[in-house]
């Protein structure tokens, strides 16, 4: 049965989204990479506040609540920056067994590179920045981005033995 009503952001949870966005608080070091690479701005920073109630141990005292403030991630839920699945907001590792996820680090001589965040564990590392994509050669979920100087940019696989290369799509 279809709604008589038209679908505003009021009316739609995260939940009724068909990609919804999975931050932990523990892990978050609330950096805003992830918001600053949406294409679509789906995600963004916010303050919340989290109620917690105590319950009393007699029957005579009432409950009392405290609020806690705390930063996290929060994903829109208009219609218009509705989350289009492309996991920029977090890169998997592409070697094989690995857990993590490809981030931004510095070299000692401060330029920028991208590698696991399970380092000395994992050891893949890129100077190329990344681009989520599926290689269709050999599967990987990692590409780079080449920008060679006077040409277009090219997407290149970066599994070790594979040569896909193809220009980058435009946006």
């Given at each position: 049965m279809q709604s008589e009503r038209p679908i505003t952001p009021s009316?739609?949870?995260?939940k009724d989204l068909p990609w919804q966005i999975l931050w932990d608080k523990e892990k978050c070091t609330l950096c805003g990479k992830c918001t600053a690479v949406c294409p679509v701005n789906a995600i963004e920073l916010g303050v919340f506040r989290k109620r917690t109630v105590k319950p009393p141990l007699g029957f005579l005292e009432t409950p009392a609540s405290v609020y806690k403030a705390y930063y996290g991630i929060r994903q829109k839920t208009d219609p218009a920056y509705n989350c289009v699945g492309c996991a920029m907001?977090?890169?998997?590792c592409p070697n094989d067994g690995c857990e993590g996820m490809v981030v931004e680090k510095a070299s000692k001589?401060?330029?920028?590179f991208y590698a696991c965040n399970q380092y000395p564990e994992c050891r893949f590392a890129m100077w190329d920045e990344p681009f989520n994509d599926v290689c269709p050669e050999c599967g990987s979920h990692v590409l780079g981005v080449k920008r060679p100087k006077g040409e277009a940019p090219v997407l290149s696989c970066r599994k070790k033995g594979c040569g896909f290369k193809k220009p980058m799509p435009s946006s």
């Amino acid at each position: 049965m279809q709604s008589e009503r038209p679908i505003t952001p009021s009316t739609l949870s995260v939940k009724d989204l068909p990609w919804q966005i999975l931050w932990d608080k523990e892990k978050c070091t609330l950096c805003g990479k992830c918001t600053a690479v949406c294409p679509v701005n789906a995600i963004e920073l916010g303050v919340f506040r989290k109620r917690t109630v105590k319950p009393p141990l007699g029957f005579l005292e009432t409950p009392a609540s405290v609020y806690k403030a705390y930063y996290g991630i929060r994903q829109k839920t208009d219609p218009a920056y509705n989350c289009v699945g492309c996991a920029m907001c977090n890169i998997p590792c592409p070697n094989d067994g690995c857990e993590g996820m490809v981030v931004e680090k510095a070299s000692k001589k401060g330029r920028k590179f991208y590698a696991c965040n399970q380092y000395p564990e994992c050891r893949f590392a890129m100077w190329d920045e990344p681009f989520n994509d599926v290689c269709p050669e050999c599967g990987s979920h990692v590409l780079g981005v080449k920008r060679p100087k006077g040409e277009a940019p090219v997407l290149s696989c970066r599994k070790k033995g594979c040569g896909f290369k193809k220009p980058m799509p435009s946006s």
